[in-house]
């Protein structure tokens, strides 16, 4: 029943051994030091050249449209009529913006009447306040001078 067993000669496999845990030991340290690829270095195209400063942004169409009806509200308020610290709303059916003129000061600018003013915009990117004037130039038109964000 007993069978005999081959005893391997441990000497024998100890150069075999100590090359093996060698080479694992080194396979182990290329992999820790390897850099390997990175989204930063596939994704990189130089070839590709942005932020050149020879246009000019077009301003924003809504914003435009709502500049041409605060500018009709304040210009055709009877300023008279209009309690002290009283508000002027407006409304664009267009762009579906609306809202508040706070304050409106009148006065004269070389002879020709001019109007400040301070409004709320109410649209759907949010709710921003603006300040612009308003200038009787020619004949009975009014100019915006300028709309611009506070």
């Known amino acids: 029943m007993w069978r ?3 005893v391997v000669d441990l000497i024998r496999l100890r150069p075999l051994l100590r090359g093996g845990l060698l080479f694992l030991v080194m396979l182990a340290c290329a992999g820790c030091s390897a850099r390997g690829i990175t ?3 596939i994704a990189q195209d130089r070839s ?3 932020g ?3 246009t000019q942004a077009r301003p ?3 914003v435009v449209a709502d500049e041409a009806t605060v500018r009709n509200a304040v210009t055709s308020a009877d300023l008279e009529s209009l309690p002290v610290g009283g508000m002027l709303a407006w409304n664009n059916s267009r762009t579906g913006s609306r809202g508040r003129v706070t304050e409106i000061e009148e006065y004269r600018e070389s002879g020709r009447p ?3 003013f301070q409004t709320t915009r ?4 949010g709710i921003s306040l603006y300040s612009g004037e308003a200038c009787l130039l020619s004949g009975s ?3 915006l001078l300028y709309f611009r964000p506070l």
């Open 4 to 6: 005999p067993v081959q």
């Open 39 to 41: 989204l930063d270095t």
């Open 48 to 50: 590709i050249i942005t």
């Open 52 to 54: 050149s400063t020879g």
């Open 60 to 62: 924003d169409e809504q």
């Open 114 to 116: 001019c109007r400040r």
């Open 122 to 125: 109410e649209s759907f990117d």
């Open 141 to 143: 038109e009014w100019t």
